[in-house]
């Protein structure tokens, strides 16, 4: 039986998971360790490297491809989050904070 959850809680049983595998660290069995192991510059670069998969997929119009590849970047993020001790509560709420802009006032407002 599938059970359909809401894209946050996928997110935070995400999180939570990225967090066990960093303090566990079984790096031969453990593809998350063993990029929290090669730190946060290679874990940006795989983001990177998702990112580029997923705008490709896009391009050609496959909705396939693309969940797949958004997939593999909403994963690669959260790992990057994590290793530079960021939440996705912190996320949310900077999501939140920006509500209260349009986003033409808040981009030039950086």
């Not at 935070?12 to 079984?26: A, F, P, Q, Y």
């Not at 946060?40 to 997929?57: L, N, R, T």
């Not at 496959?62 to 996705?88: C, N, R």
Request: no cysteine; proline share 1%; glycine share 6%.
């Amino acid at each position: 039986m599938t059970v359909k959850q809401n894209l946050g809680s996928n997110l935070e049983s995400l999180h939570k998971t990225i967090n066990e595998r960093k303090t566990v660290g079984n790096l031969e069995g453990s593809y998350t360790a063993k990029i929290l192991n090669k730190g946060s510059d290679y874990i940006a670069q795989k983001v990177g490297e998702e990112a580029v998969e997923m705008i490709i997929a896009a391009t050609k119009r496959s909705k396939d491809e693309t969940i797949s590849e958004s997939a593999d970047v909403l994963y690669h993020m959260m790992v990057l989050w994590v290793s530079l001790g960021i939440s996705p509560l912190e996320v949310s709420e900077e999501l939140e904070n920006r509500k209260a802009y349009s986003g033409i006032e808040e981009k030039n407002s950086r």
